[in-house]
């Protein structure tokens, strides 16, 4: 019995940071075995790696009971940010003015893969 490649993912919604710093931290694990993005991630000096983290042993966990996937064999496939909601604050000005402040949400999305080890040469 062959197994296909089936691709596990995982979404967080609603990520309290900007695209553009999340997308920092999702070039940086990409390509990389789950287990050692996880570790990455841990010593990463960024404070939203921690969210990522949490995103990343979702997809390990979907991996392993949705799929049966052996966890050993799990790289990043993927990581990429898209834009959610934006908070619209506003912050008082001189002579009556007010200044709008945005807050930006993002949404991160985990693809990880299963790498099949193929029998080589000798």
């Known amino acids: 019995m062959e197994k296909t490649n089936t691709i596990i993912k995982a979404i967080n919604k609603n ?3 900007s695209p553009r710093k999340l997308s920092l931290i999702c070039s940086f694990i990409k390509g990389k075995k789950a287990d050692v993005a996880l570790r990455d991630l841990e010593f990463t000096r960024k ?4 969210d990522v983290s949490k995103t990343v042993k979702s997809a390990i966990s979907n ?5 049966q996937s052996d966890i050993d064999n799990l790289f990043v496939k993927e990581a990429y940010v898209g834009k959610s909601l934006v908070m ?3 912050r008082p000005r001189a002579k009556g003015r007010a200044s709008p402040i945005k807050k930006p949400f993002s949404r991160l999305t985990i693809i990880l893969q299963e790498k099949l080890e193929k029998k080589g040469k000798k």
């Open 15 to 17: 990520i309290r940071t």
């Open 63 to 67: 991996a392993e009971n949705n799929f």
């Open 88 to 90: 619209k604050r506003y």
């Open 47 to 50: 404070k939203i790696a921690k």
